[in-house]
């Protein structure tokens, strides 16, 4: 019986069988990237606002602690966004006239709410309680980053669930004391910056940390990488 095909046909069958592997991984490799590039996290993305409030201002510049508006953040799951009523407590004598902040006189008059374009936005199916973490000893800037160098909010990290298991499997690793989480200049325990907690010094942050998992009754990492930690 005669040849049919080409002696080159098998070369080129498993050619091309080992590029569609290799074209596969490529394009799985390149979905990740996307899912994980700002495009979809937001990362990094500053979102218009009403009115342009810079948290090194007011953070960093005039030393306004962020339970000043953020008044739930240590009670509720929710940090609780501030009544146009807290802004006016200090614009009422300060910048009355600035250009600027005339939505906020504007809110003020006629009671209407400013509608603030949420920065951390989290899936409705995720289940998150911001006093549990700040009770726990977990830092504001751990989540949310420097606030107080950044003139325009924004984003700092993916919140994907990827990046809240990498601290739920590790909590020891970034607990702090609890008179320090709403302190953005923390600096984690080195023989240079010992921290003291219960009379206890501390330069290793591990150390720390298991201490406060055990001080602030951290439950176990089994449960708090349990699915229904998160999704109720």
């Not at 899912?35 to 990094?44: C, L």
């Not at 998150?128 to 606030?147: A, D, E």
């Not at 320090?180 to 984690?188: A, L, T």
């Not at 240079?192 to 998992?213: E, F, H, R, S």
Request: aromatic share 10%.
């Amino acid at each position: 019986m005669p040849q049919i095909f080409h002696r080159s046909t098998n070369t080129l069958s498993r050619a091309t069988i080992f590029g569609a592997v290799f074209v596969v991984a490529a394009l799985g490799w390149v979905a990740m990237e996307v899912q994980r590039s700002p495009y979809i996290t937001y990362a990094g993305v500053r979102k218009p606002q009403p009115v342009p409030f810079s948290h090194q201002h007011h953070v960093a510049g005039l030393g306004i602690d962020c339970r000043y508006c953020h008044t739930t953040v240590e009670t509720s799951s929710f940090a609780g966004i501030p009544p146009t009523k807290t802004c006016m407590n200090c614009h009422s004598q300060i910048w009355t006239n600035a250009e600027l902040l005339e939505p906020v006189r504007a809110s003020y008059r006629t009671g209407q709410s400013l509608q603030w374009t949420r920065v951390n936005q989290l899936p409705d199916f995720v289940f998150f309680n911001h006093s549990i973490h700040i009770n726990k000893g977990v830092g504001c800037n751990t989540c949310h980053g420097p606030v107080d160098e950044m003139p325009l909010m924004y984003q700092q990290e993916s919140l994907q669930m990827e990046w809240c298991l990498s601290c739920h499997r590790a909590p020891q690793e970034h607990l702090r004391p609890r008179d320090q989480v709403f302190n953005m200049r923390y600096q984690q325990p080195t023989s240079a910056n010992p921290v003291v907690v219960d009379g206890q010094t501390y330069t290793d942050q591990i150390d720390l940390g298991a201490a406060l998992v055990k001080k602030y009754s951290v439950r176990n990492v089994k449960d708090i990488t349990s699915c229904n930690t998160c999704h109720r």
